[in-house]
């Protein structure tokens, strides 16, 4: 049964396989270039770069995850854009991950292959940083899915 006062928007996660997310939300946390930034009802308008981390939905109470039992929707972003305007959020990642349905294998295989670019000789210094930090949080995702 939906909440009479909950304000609700809509919410779109697309990386380059497709669209993983559309949604009624409450409220969205993005990992913005420069630190977490929190989306509410009204946000005013906004484009923002998107950088590395964890991006958290809470869908309204009647949405198509709450009807399942699910609670807050979580996923890993990589970068990308995220557009906010008239009560609709739009990110566009350049890689994203559902971390509700990902195994601990395939974190670990994503593990590996960052740790492999992250030594290649060629790789500009940059790209290197970037595939650092990269592996960074995936160690700690995948040593925060060990406790859970």
């Not at 996660?13 to 669209?19: E, R, S």
């Not at 981390?53 to 854009?81: C, H, L, N, R, Y």
């Not at 990902?102 to 290197?128: C, F």
Request: aromatic share 4%; with cysteine.
């Amino acid at each position: 049964m939906a909440n009479p006062g909950e304000k609700t928007f809509h919410c779109d996660l697309i990386d380059p396989t497709g669209k993983l997310l559309d949604c009624e939300a409450t409220s969205v946390v993005l990992p913005a270039h420069d630190g977490q930034l929190g989306i509410l009802y009204d946000h005013m308008p906004m484009l923002c770069q998107l950088g590395l981390g964890v991006m958290k939905v809470t869908p309204a109470a009647t949405g198509q995850f709450k009807e399942a039992g699910q609670g807050d929707q979580f996923f890993f972003i990589d970068g990308g854009s995220a557009l906010v305007a008239q009560n609709t959020v739009m990110v566009i990642a350049y890689d994203a991950l559902s971390l509700q349905e990902v195994k601990a294998e395939q974190i670990a295989s994503m593990i590996d292959k960052t740790a492999r670019n992250a030594a290649s000789p060629t790789l500009p210094a940059v790209e290197r940083a970037h595939e650092n930090e990269r592996l960074r949080a995936l160690q700690r995702l995948a040593e925060s899915r060990k406790g859970a």
